[in-house]
């Protein structure tokens, strides 16, 4: 899990996933399933792409009563998938619920899951945070609180960005994983994204893996970007 570059395979169904992998056939990728496709495939497509070789982050953001999420990770537990995700908003008892659910759904013999939690989205800002959620502390202050809930309990790390990475490494361990989607190499256009950051400052300030969607999905030259961000990343540059 640690050093991952995750590819976000936002694509509407396999036929379009399928086409995009094609240049990657030597590659064992570490890709991400979100709702678009899930919604579109359901579980046919984790078990695909753990054929393929692939590493899978299942991406459904589970907020709900924790009797419904917990009987929902049971099932995904199933699913083969190496990474699942609550909101941490779902609170302290959902998150619990969750991994109960995981590790009831989980074969004997097999790993569960890992399981993170989502704490403020990267497409959220300050102001958005204050005037859509009344949250009025400042947003690291925040994603740090969900954060520490999400480590009390037991979940395995956060979705945050990267500029909250080095806040929450210092607060609650390296060893709780720090996962980032908004990653913009420079020159890229941020999207609906708010709180962005580049390979190299994901790596700088010590994430566990980054998530990268449109930068590589929506590229003329999807391979080479992901070798450009790959190499970014890892320390390689060019
Ligand atoms: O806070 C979050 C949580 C999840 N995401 C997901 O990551 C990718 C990012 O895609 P880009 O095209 O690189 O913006 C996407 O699948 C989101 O659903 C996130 O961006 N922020």
């Known amino acids: ?38 919604y579109a495939e359901g579980p046919g497509i984790v078990q695909y792409l753990k054929e393929q070789g ?37 609170g302290r008892e959902m998150m619990e619920a969750a991994l109960e659910g995981l590790e009831i759904g989980t ?25 859509d959620q009344l949250i009025s502390v400042p947003l690291q202050e925040s994603v740090l ?12 790390g956060v979705v945050c960005s990267a500029q909250e990475v080095s806040l929450i490494r210092s607060g609650l361990g390296a ?16 999207g609906d994204q708010k709180r962005v950051a580049t390979p190299r400052f994901a790596k700088e300030a010590g994430g566990s893996a980054i998530v990268v969607g449109r930068p590589v999905t929506r590229s003329a030259a999807p391979l080479e970007s992901y070798y450009t961000i790959k190499n970014e990343w890892e320390g390689v540059l060019q």
């Open 54 to 90: 692939h590493e899978v982050f299942l991406d459904l953001k589970l907020h709900d009563i924790p009797n419904t999420v917990q009987s929902a990770m049971k099932s995904l537990a199933r699913l083969g998938a190496d990474m699942v995700n609550v909101h941490a908003a779902g």
């Open 1 to 38: 899990m640690n050093n991952s570059l995750i590819i976000a395979l936002d694509f509407p169904d396999k036929r379009t996933v399928v086409d995009f992998l094609k240049p990657f056939e030597e590659e064992k990728l570490f890709v991400k399933v979100g709702m678009e496709l899930f």
């Open 107 to 131: 074969a004997a013999g097999s790993s569960r899951p890992l399981c993170i939690a989502v704490t403020q989205l990267t497409s959220t800002s300050k102001a958005q945070m204050k005037s």
């Open 175 to 190: 060893g709780f994983l720090t996962v980032t989607p908004g990653i913009r190499p420079s020159g890229n256009q941020e």
């Open 145 to 156: 609180h969900y954060a520490k809930r999400a480590q009390q309990s037991g979940l395995d």
